[in-house]
């Protein structure tokens, strides 16, 4: 009788698996559907906070995307692309946590690789004033490079338990017509 049941559970089993995968092959499609990617996972006892291989990590991809996106920019203007550096919005659980890095991060990569060559990075219009006023330097006597684009960078997460989903975003503002031109995303559940 334990035979019996077992090969009748054996069968039921394969079958359901046969089923399954033939259900899967012969799905539709969706071919407009965005790439699939990797979501970025660790063990439970590494916590539930950011770290910094996520620093990394996250500054790396959008680094890339970032620079392979000026090139593209780049060919249509002449002169250099000229980014400001915007804020980390935290819409996070942990409003204190100062997450400001990661685009400091984004912005040395940046400055360091081959995408140098096509842009240059200016200062926010207080922090330059407030330098040029330590220095003595008056409004009057200095010129205003004006950022074309910005680059800014909003933080989510979502709270379960002993996990945290995390999802920051970052994007690259045209000023001019205050577009999206480069929109990319690093999500990680911890």
């Not at 035979?3 to 089923?19: C, E, H, N």
């Not at 539709?28 to 590494?46: C, T, V, W």
């Not at 392979?68 to 942990?94: C, F, G, H, P, Y």
Request: charged content about 25%.
């Amino acid at each position: 009788m334990k035979t019996q049941i077992k090969t009748t559970l054996t069968t039921l089993f394969f079958t359901l698996a046969a089923i399954t995968l033939i259900g899967c092959e012969s799905a539709p499609r969706n071919q407009g559907a965005a790439k699939s990617y990797r979501l970025e996972s660790r063990l439970p006892g590494d916590g539930p906070n950011l770290g910094s291989a996520d620093l990394v990590n996250a500054s790396d991809k959008m680094t890339t995307v970032i620079a392979n996106r000026l090139a593209e920019l780049k060919q249509l203007q002449a002169n250099k692309i000229v980014i400001v550096m915007d804020q980390v919005e935290n819409k996070t659980s942990d409003p204190s946590a100062r997450l400001d890095i990661f685009l400091a991060r984004i912005r040395v990569q940046l400055n360091k690789s081959g995408a140098r060559k096509n842009m240059i990075f200016v200062e926010t219009r207080r922090q330059a004033e407030a330098v040029k006023q330590r220095e003595g330097i008056p409004p009057a006597d200095s010129k205003r490079t004006r950022p074309e684009y910005a680059l800014k960078a909003i933080f989510y997460d979502l709270p379960r338990g002993r996990t945290n989903y995390h999802l920051l975003t970052f994007q690259l503002m045209d000023l001019r017509d205050d577009t999206l031109v480069v929109e990319d995303q690093y999500e990680v559940k911890l």
